[in-house]
């Protein structure tokens, strides 16, 4: 569980990424989770953009989004979702939590 500070820390990391999925029409796939997952894996942090055509309200894409990866959500905004997850291998650590 992410503190007030951690996630101040990782929204002003992430406010320059662009995002690298969509979620659409057809809402949260299989593939997209193991995608999102893997890119976790590798990035730490990742941003996610809902399209318009998705009918599913945003609040519980999120939610969604963040149980089937396993990581955290650190921010909804608008239609973009922010998620962290610690690395699990050493080399792709790049983010220091403050404590």
């Known amino acids: ?16 990424l662009s995002p690298i999925f969509q979620i659409g029409k057809s809402g949260i796939t299989l593939d997209m989770v193991k995608g999102i997952s893997d890119a976790l894996e590798k990035r730490e942090l990742l941003k996610v953009s809902i399209l318009q055509n998705c009918e599913e309200d945003k ?6 989004l963040s149980k089937r990866t ?3 959500l650190v921010q909804l905004i608008g239609h973009t979702i922010v998620l962290y997850k610690q690395s699990s291998q050493l080399k792709y650590r790049k983010i220091e939590l403050v404590k």
């Open 70 to 72: 396993n990581s955290e």
């Open 59 to 64: 609040d519980e894409l999120a939610t969604t």
């Open 1 to 16: 569980m992410l503190r007030g500070k951690q996630k101040r820390q990782l929204r002003a990391l992430a406010h320059h």
